[in-house]
């Protein structure tokens, strides 16, 4: 017999209490926190759903790998087993550790872009979009449509438009430092990208001469979703896919805090010899030694093994379940989201949940105060506070006004996903009394962290 339940594939071995909070209390605490999740204090968050990055729960073997941590400053035996095991993976000769993912982007952005280049990505991620803006560079979104149309059952929205990329190509040769794809396609709803667009993105960055990178943080889960959904992949392993990916690409850049199921760390992999040198050159002046680049010994040994665990297909089968499990009871109840479900988190539509709030009121950004006032779930808004101010300053509603759900990884139980729905389930009966925020403060990048809003009516929530 084969029972069909999909159990949580580990069991629990240390706890974190968490801690219930009334619903005075977090109105409260949200007031003082200037209307912005970010400025919260974690212990007054009930479900932390703010991010799936660094957030993660580590295994056995992970913590006794870190016992065997090699702090030694140059050549350690840590380096060595996180140096094999990406290398094994991807295939990339070269493997430059970095602390998190955006200084992997950092030190390959400002070795390669100058000011004026354009770097096309499927959707940029807010970090590369801000790294390549840094350098003076333009950071161009080419996704397909269907990445754009919430409803679209699209089984890999997350690809990128070829054709609009071959004109990109021709429109600014000598301008493009190199392609990127992003899986899974995090802006666009965790959404994956499928290995024939892999193909025939990497065709036609060969016939311009320009380097394909992949911006690898959840390559576990886009694996998983080739697997599930592409034709002939359904026999094929996780790790078989995820060679089967990198193979196409000339490098990577990697947040551990995803699927290398680590609190910190990150790299940069590439095949090119000579733009690695570069790159290293770059790294001892921000992060570190080339062996260990911003991270201790131990943190290499935990990503390491954390890379392998990802791939795991019991594991990966019980995480992208329990996110299409809440996304069933939410459709169920008629609230809006992003179909399919994506990899690492459930997107709540708040255009559509919300659509008497006008997106100059930022109704993500309300819909996610109350998520906590109500629930004290804390969740990330990705619409037009993260996206709407352009480089020139000037403001531009983002196309989408999202709520990410996103769940850390080995975290959270099925009962923790039940109250997440109950939640979601009792903010619908009271959605049209929702109002929206203005901003008070805002720094001029990367602005979602640190604003701060007051409700743009008399109350979050009317009477
Ligand atoms: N690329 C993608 C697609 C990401 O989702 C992130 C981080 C990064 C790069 C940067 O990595 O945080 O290690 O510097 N995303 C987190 C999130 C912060 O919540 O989605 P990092």
Redesign the pocket.
């Given at each position: 017999m084969t029972f069909r339940t999909i159990i949580e594939p580990f069991r629990i071995k240390t706890v974190e209490p968490i801690r219930q909070t009334s619903r005075a209390e977090r109105a409260s605490a949200l007031a003082e926190a200037r209307y912005n999740v970010f400025l919260l204090q974690a212990e007054d968050v009930l479900i932390d759903l703010?991010?799936?990055?660094?957030t993660g729960a580590m295994s056995v073997y992970q913590w006794s790998g870190m016992m065997k941590g090699d702090e030694s400053y140059a050549g350690g035996r840590s380096y060595a087993a996180f140096e094999r095991t990406v290398r094994d993976i991807t295939g990339f000769a070269h493997v430059v550790p970095t602390h998190?993912?955006?200084?992997?982007?950092h030190i390959l952005f400002s070795t390669v872009v100058r000011r004026g280049d354009v770097v096309p990505n499927n959707t940029h991620?807010?970090?590369?979009r801000a790294n390549v803006q840094d350098r003076g560079g333009v950071a161009l979104d080419l996704p397909i449509a269907e990445g754009h149309q919430p409803q679209s059952a699209h089984p890999f929205k997350g690809n990128m438009d070829v054709a609009a990329l071959e004109r990109t190509l021709a429109d600014n040769r000598g301008r493009v430092p190199l392609v990127m794809l992003?899986i899974?396609?995090?802006?666009e709803g965790g959404q994956p990208v499928s290995l024939a667009n892999v193909r025939a993105v990497r065709q036609v960055c060969e016939r311009f001469g320009v380097p394909l990178f992949i911006?690898a943080?959840?390559f576990a889960e886009n694996a998983w979703f080739i697997k599930t959904r592409e034709e002939g992949y359904a026999d094929h392993t996780p790790l078989a896919i995820a060679r089967e990916l990198f193979a196409l690409a000339d490098g990577c850049?990697m947040?551990?805090?995803?699927d290398g199921m680590s609190n910190i760390?990150?790299f940069l992999a590439m095949n090119d010899g000579e733009l690695a040198r570069q790159c290293r050159t770059r790294l001892v002046l921000t992060e570190g030694f080339p062996t260990y680049g911003g991270l201790a010994g131990y943190d290499l040994e935990a990503i390491a093994v954390g890379l392998r665990e990802a791939l795991d297909e019991d594991y990966l089968r019980y995480r992208i379940r329990s996110i299409e499990y809440l996304g069933e009871k939410l459709l169920a109840a008629g609230i809006p989201i992003i179909t399919p479900t994506g990899g690492?988190?459930l997107y709540l539509d708040a255009k559509r949940w919300l659509p008497h709030i006008p997106q100059s009121e930022f109704p993500a950004w309300a819909l996610s105060c109350v998520l906590y006032v109500e629930g004290g779930i804390r969740a990330?808004e990705i619409g037009s506070v993260m996206f709407g101010r352009q480089p020139d300053g000037t403001e531009r509603p983002a196309d989408l006004e999202l709520v990410?759900l996103?769940f850390p990884r080995r975290v959270y139980t099925q009962s923790h996903v039940d109250y997440v729905a109950e939640v979601l389930l009792y903010v619908n009966s009271l959605v049209s009394r929702i109002r929206g925020v203005r901003i008070v403060e805002a720094p001029e990048v990367l602005r979602h962290f640190t604003a701060t809003f007051a409700p743009a009516h008399e109350a979050l929530i009317a009477s």
């Open positions: 703010l991010t799936d990055s660094g998190q993912g955006r200084a992997a982007e991620f807010d970090t590369t992003t899974t396609n995090n802006s911006d943080c959840r850049t947040s551990a805090k995803k760390g990150g690492h988190a990330a990410r996103a």
